[in-house]
C-alpha cells in the first residue's frame, strides 16, 4: 500500500501508510495545535478540493 499524502476534500492532509492514518496535518491555517489539524476547518468552513500523492509504489 505504501505511503501517501492525501488532501481531504475541505480537510486537512492525511499523511497514510500502508492504509492507516498516521498524522492530519492543519491545511486551513486556523488549527490552535497547529501543524495539527484539530478540526476547526469545520468551523471556519474551509473550502478546497481533494488531492493524493503517492510516495513510493
Ligand atoms: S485543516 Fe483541520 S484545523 Fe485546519
Known amino acids: 500500500m505504501g505511503k501517501v499524502?492525501?488532501?481531504?476534500k475541505?480537510?486537512?492532509n492525511l499523511v497514510?501508510?500502508?492504509?492507516?492514518?498516521k498524522i492530519a496535518l492543519c491545511r486551513c491555517g486556523q488549527s490552535s495545535k497547529k501543524p495539527m489539524c484539530?478540526?476547526?476547518h469545520h468551523k471556519v468552513n474551509f473550502?478546497?478540493?481533494?488531492?493524493?500523492?503517492?510516495?513510493?509504489?
Not at 499524502?5 to 481531504?8: E, G
Open 47 to 57: 473550502q478546497a478540493e481533494e488531492h493524493e500523492i503517492k510516495l513510493d509504489d
Open 10 to 12: 475541505n480537510g486537512p
Open 5 to 8: 499524502i492525501k488532501s481531504v
Open 16 to 21: 497514510v501508510v500502508d492504509g492507516q492514518t
Open 38 to 40: 484539530d478540526g476547526t
